[in-house]
């Protein structure tokens, strides 16, 4: 099945939302849902799912990949609804993975999901902990975070510059200007209400977000605005040998940290376009 999905313009007139098609959906059958974005990510794709449908995942959350383009074959439908994929978006406009979270953010929140759980598709992320984003949700949290570093998390294999980069700058900084104190602030495993999403302060759904701002900014600004946080132990094992990531070299990393200081600064904001 191929179809676009347009957005109600009454409602969602403002959001800017990149191009994408609907090329599987089986419908909503729960509260929650699950959203994986991938890009060419082969066989860890597809271990991802292996360990899902193992988990039952799919009994208490759809399942909704948002594919940035792969041409790996991969995303192979029929193994894909085997694993008890709910629905694959491919975004066909302009973007990184904030755009591809945009697309599926908007897609969910049309489709009446109460809360959106994220996971990287890249399978370094250990599944199991799902059921617990749902029921941090159904608890009435609104931002739950995954993190290797608190009580009960594992980091294994984590590259050293990564773990120093994230635990003596990235999350210490975020921590500071949220209000909120972090300790795992780079990776995607999160989720998120309904509220949040949908609260025009936060304002999601703009240009933008194009690469890894959406990340930084929600862990910013979601605390900032009063909304109830809490971090979650989790798994997080790089393999051993060449790290799985599509941030790479000193141009990536120099990327992620402009982004940090613009989130930081209040550039990203939703009233910073009308500012000074």
Known sequence: MNMTIGLEAESHAS???PAYRVAHWSGRQHRYCVVIPVINEGARIRSLLSKMAALDISRM??????DGGSTDGSL???ALMRDGVSGLLVKTGPGKLSAQLRCAYAFTLEQGYEGIITIDGNDKDDPDAIPRFVTALEHGYDFAQASRFIAGGVAENTPKSREFAIRWVHAPLL?????FRWTDTTQGFRAYSRSVLLDQRVAP??????????LAYLSYRVPKLGYRCIELPTARRYPKGEVPTKI???????????VLVRTCLGGYDSDARTRG
């Open 15 to 17: 959001w800017q939302i």
């Open 61 to 66: 959350a759809d399942v909704i990949i948002v």
């Open 76 to 78: 192979e439908l029929s």
């Open 175 to 179: 921590s500071f200007f949220s209000g």
């Open 205 to 214: 759904f703009r240009d933008v977000f194009v690469t890894y701002e959406l």
């Open 248 to 258: 790479n070299g000193l141009k990536g990393n120099l990327a992620v940290l402009r």
